[in-house]
């Protein structure tokens, strides 16, 4: 944010292009350097939305590949910048405290400029707080293909005649480029090549982004709301309630990391990792007899380190698992191993960060680190953990310190 501020404070006039981006396109781009050519303003700002206030949380990307492709499509034009404010502030987005924090960060007399596009702009009165926005900034409404000028003019006539000198028009070549139809062509198959920048769909190609969600779905035998109900009956109310928050903060980190699939694994892989830790003991030991679990020495003295193990076992016969990725990020979330999947590491992550967990040190940086970099977040909970154990006095498994040398070394 610091650096946001130093690179607004000298510019006598902004134009902000706000917008769900999901993908930025040419459109975009286009008609940003466009209204920064006519209305000669110092930088054009885009403004990824948060959470956008007309579209649920589901039908959109997730705010962080939605901000780096939209970085990605703005390196090379040394007036634009990207802006996190929106991503950043918590709640719905609206226009208004955008608006309202940019000015902050501004000089007191600068000009602001909205672009938005001619579908949107006769929506305005039904945003937050219109009036008050357009006394804060003026409005560039820009045609959009299939949009007849006239028409326009009728669908604003009541802000048009209200806020006259607040508006203005501006023809931009006309791209019939949507982020729908993007979208829509990379489900099917389609190519999107020379709609959007080749960084960004060579970004939305690393990471799986609108994919067919059907092709990409993993079958479980028991349906997920089954596996809960079992758990719930397993579990005691303070575990399952951490096994929810595991189970969720795994899929806010598989949407970043990795592929639908991928999604639906942590959200099982969460949901399962603590499966046999209530067992009581008769229980535990009769069933690490049955499922044949290897017990090693550190096992036999630490018994609380079992039930990863055991609910490896637990969750391939009582909840019908057969996928292997997910059975490892339940055997090894608590030690951790040396060269772990992604899926393996986002569990064992997503169960020391997760939501439910009380303040404790570290706990805020194991959270930043997360969302920044796997390898490191791994490397610092390992070394947060294997502290804990040590002050404790409590036995080390060696698989966590071969973990630990193998992240630190990454
Ligand atoms: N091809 C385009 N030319 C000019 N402006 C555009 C174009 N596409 C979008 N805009 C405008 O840019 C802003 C941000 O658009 P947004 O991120 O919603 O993209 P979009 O392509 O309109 O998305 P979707 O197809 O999902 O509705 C809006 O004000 C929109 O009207
Ligand atoms: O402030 C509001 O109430 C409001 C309602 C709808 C849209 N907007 C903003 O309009 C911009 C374009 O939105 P969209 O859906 O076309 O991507 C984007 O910056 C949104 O945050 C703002």
Request: charged share 30%; aromatic share 10%; glycine share 4%.
């Amino acid at each position: 944010m610091r650096n946001e501020i130093a690179n607004f404070r000298n510019c006598k006039s902004i134009a902000i292009m706000g917008g769900t981006f999901d993908p930025i396109h040419y459109g975009h781009l286009v008609t940003a350097e466009a209204v920064r050519h006519r209305f000669h303003v110092d930088k054009v700002v885009f403004i990824p939305t948060g959470r956008p206030a007309h579209k649920s949380h589901k039908e959109v990307t997730h705010n962080e590949h939605r901000y780096l492709m939209t970085v990605l499509a703005t390196m090379r034009n040394e007036n634009f910048e990207v802006s996190r404010i929106e991503i950043d502030r918590p709640g719905t987005t609206y226009t208004i405290d955008t608006i309202e924090q940019l000015k902050k960060m501004c000089r007191p007399d600068v000009r602001l400029y909205f672009i938005t596009g001619a579908d949107a702009i006769h929506q305005i009165m039904s945003w937050k707080e219109p009036e008050r926005l357009l006394s804060l900034c003026d409005f560039v409404a820009v045609t959009r293909p299939g949009y007849q000028k006239n028409q326009m003019f009728e669908e604003i006539g009541e802000i048009q005649e209200k806020y006259a000198s607040r508006i203005h028009y501006m023809e931009v070549p006309a791209l019939a480029i949507s982020s729908s139809d993007i979208r829509t062509r990379a489900q099917r198959g389609m190519p999107i090549q020379y709609l959007l920048p080749q960084e960004v769909e060579d970004y939305i190609h690393k990471f799986g982004l609108y994919q067919n969600e059907r092709k990409d779905e993993v079958k479980f035998m028991l349906p997920i709301e089954v596996m809960q109900e079992k758990l719930q009956s397993a579990l005691s109310v303070k575990r399952y309630i951490h096994t929810m928050g595991v189970s969720e903060e795994a899929v806010r980190l598989a949407e970043i990391y990795g592929t639908q699939a991928d999604r639906q694994k942590a959200k099982v892989a969460g949901l399962l990792h603590d499966c046999a830790k209530d067992y009581p003991k008769e229980l535990r030991q009769r069933f690490c007899k049955e499922y044949k679990v290897k017990m090693d020495e550190i096992l036999e003295q630490q018994p609380d380190l079992i039930h990863p193990f055991l609910g490896a076992e637990v969750a391939k016969r009582e909840y019908k698992i057969k996928d292997e990725d997910i059975l490892n990020a339940i055997r090894y979330h608590t030690t951790g191993r040396a060269g772990m999947s992604i899926l393996e590491k986002i569990v064992f992550i997503a169960d020391y960060i997760e939501p439910n967990r009380e303040q404790f040190e570290g706990l805020d940086e194991a959270r930043r680190l997360a969302y920044l970099d796997l390898d490191m977040a791994m490397r610092f909970i390992l070394e947060q953990t294997i502290d804990f154990v040590k002050e404790r006095g409590r036995l080390l498994h060696p698989l966590s310190l071969e973990a630990l040398e193998y992240y630190k070394n990454k």
